[in-house]
């Protein structure tokens, strides 16, 4: 099974400035015959289902503020906040979608500071 | 606008059977894979199973694979999950949710807003 390894567990914030959250695959997902990263990015408010927020490792899905990038390729990867807003504290989960079972990450915390 | 409504949850006791349920609408059923996820109370996202647009392809989770089937009835927009011999360990919140393409091998691009499943006696 590929393992998930998001970094850190939590991070607090000051409204406005930059977020970054990494999360490692324990083996590659990006997918040779397209060259396509097999990896997604959720968001996870308090009390509610999470939302796609990145595929592909890089695609922001529609609707999803242009504040959140995604990055990386192979096993590494990062979702960057640029400018923190109050509607964004939550926790943010990795998945890869390369090979069954498609795991999730541990999940980061994000407050505000 | 795609809607996902889970139902089927509640209480069971440790040994007990269940089944999910998940209707599906504002979208062609059959033209997309579909999951189950699940979370339990506190902790982070599980992936659970998938299966294919046309139910040819189903995957499990190591913790749930011989005890959990999932299955679809395409004419009936609807996404199963039945689950047997459950433990505590199952306990959880159950989120139904659509993949982006026909195929499993793609993102979630919709959730339901969860059915609880609590295994206790």
């Known amino acids: 099974d590929i393992v998930m390894t998001q970094s850190p567990d939590s991070l607090a914030v000051s409204l406005g400035e930059r977020a970054t959250i990494n999360c490692r695959s324990s083996?590659?997902?990006?997918?040779?015959?397209?060259?396509?990263?097999?990896l997604a990015w959720y968001q996870q408010r308090l009390g509610q289902p999470p939302k796609l927020l990145i595929y592909?490792?890089?695609t922001r899905e529609s609707g999803v503020p242009d504040r959140f990038s995604g990055s990386g390729s192979g096993t590494d990867f990062t979702l960057t906040i640029s400018s923190l807003q109050p509607e964004d504290v939550a926790v943010y989960y990795c998945?890869?979608?390369?090979?069954?079972?498609?795991?999730f990450g541990g999940g980061t915390k994000v407050e505000m500071k | 606008e795609v809607q996902l409504l889970e139902s089927g949850g509640g209480l069971v006791q440790p040994g007990g059977s269940l089944r999910l349920s998940c209707v599906a609408s504002g979208f062609t059923f059959s033209d997309f894979a579909m999951s189950w996820v699940r979370q339990a109370p506190g902790k982070g996202l599980e992936w659970v199973s998938a299966?294919?647009?046309?139910?040819?392809?189903?995957f499990y989770a190591d913790s749930v694979k011989g005890r959990f089937t999932i299955s679809r009835d395409n004419s009936k927009n609807t996404l199963y999950l039945q689950m047997h011999s459950l433990t505590a360990e199952d306990t959880a919140v159950y989120y139904c949710a659509k993949q982006s393409g026909f195929s499993s091998f793609s993102s979630n691009d919709y959730w339901g807003q969860g059915s609880l499943i609590t295994v206790s006696s």
């Open positions: 998945q890869q979608y390369d090979d069954a079972p498609f795991t």
């Open positions: 592909g490792a890089s």
């Open positions: 083996q590659s997902v990006l997918y040779s015959s397209n060259s396509k990263n097999y």
């Open positions: 299966i294919s647009g046309r139910g040819t392809y189903t």
